[in-house]
């Protein structure tokens, strides 16, 4: 099973993260998905993982 990153609008965060909110039919009805197309991504650097290195180079897209 293939399974999508969870990106959410931020009118969903708080109802997201509300630890009261546990009923998966009512998380499914307040907690929409970010459209895809407002996403820009790139690929980066494997040093990225490293939390020891931090360069300004690795926020530039390769």
């Known amino acids: 099973m293939s ?5 959410l609008d931020a009118e ?8 009261d909110l546990t009923d998966r039919e009512t998380i499914r009805q307040v907690a929409h ?3 895809v197309g407002l996403i820009t991504h790139w690929p ?6 490293r939390p020891r290195i931090e360069v300004a180079e690795l926020l530039t897209p390769m």
């Open 3 to 7: 399974r999508m990153p969870l990106t």
């Open 12 to 19: 969903s965060l708080a109802s997201w993260l509300d630890p």
């Open 33 to 35: 998905h970010l459209d």
């Open 44 to 49: 980066v650097r494997t040093q990225v993982n």
